[in-house]
């Protein structure tokens, strides 16, 4: 029997908007303070895309910086997956929308809706096409633009979440790098605590909809927070247990970037040390399907996330959802 193939991560590029805004600007417009922000959630600052920019148009920018780093003809992208709860509209898909401004002629794609998982999702989906010998290359995408879903005037809320992309390219790994392993789970249960019932088929757009914020972001912060810390140490410890390893054999952990407590909270349970944690929430806040590759781009950056290292992935979303995955990491 031959080998199974693995799927590689080769090439990474991200995108964050200019604008940026900062704890001091949200004084200004909600009863908040710099102090509470950094030290309830951990962020100074995130980027906020303009009117009229689109998640799509975030996928697409940061495609094009993974093409400065990793020159191909994306004519060669077999499949196109993109993890989003902020797609430019119901459909078609953003997927769809990147493609038609990509310029790719023969693939095909769709989106996966999986909240702050979505890249995660996205990824392992990927993984299954090009480890099944079937596709040769895979963009994943993750790409969110928040500020779209935010209410402004809702400080639990609008403290939080950022814009951003992220794109990876998978492709068959010839070394042994790549995916290793992953984990996932869905817990609707979870739905009512982090949700956005407006637009949809059961709450269509209307005046009384937009009246009662419907088409806003809803979150129980606290119910979202104690799961969160127990979701992503389950789901890591579960990821490592399976393939019997342990928080010591880890040399990169990046968490989604939702609360810098949820992950201190994480990697003390799995025995990390913190210059093994990849924190870059301080400047971008919680992008969603965005973090993830974000966070990869900071961990290459800061040189905690170098050729041939152990890298663990995890997310929690609305949903709930929730995954991990082990990489080794190829370039
Ligand atoms: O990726 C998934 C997306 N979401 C998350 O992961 C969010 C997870 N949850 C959290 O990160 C935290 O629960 C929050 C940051 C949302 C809230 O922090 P918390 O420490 O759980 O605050 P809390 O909800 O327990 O509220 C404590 C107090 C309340 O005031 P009272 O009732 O004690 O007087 C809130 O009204 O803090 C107040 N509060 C604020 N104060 C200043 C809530 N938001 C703010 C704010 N500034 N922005």
Redesign the pocket.
Known sequence: MSKPVRAKISALGTYLPPRVLTNSDLEKMVD??NE??LE??GIRERHIADKGVAASDMAVLAVQNLLESHPFDLQEVDLIIVGTVTPDMMYPSTACLVQHKLGIKNTWGFDVSAG?SGFVYALNTGVKFVESGQYKKVLVIGADKNSAMTDYTD??VC??FGDGAGAVLLEPSEDGAGVIDHVAQIEGAGGKF?YMPGGGSLNPASHETVNQKMHYIH?D??Q??KY?VKKMAEMTERVLEKNNLSGKDVDCFIA?Q??KR?ITATADRLGMPLEKVVINIDRFG?TTAGTIPIAMQTALEEKKLKKGDLLLIAAV?AGFTSGASLIRWAF
């Open positions: 908040t303070s509470w922000i309830r959630v702050c400080r639990a403290i939080i982090l979150q912060g606290q979202v927070f969160a989604h939702a609360n949820i919680n979303g």
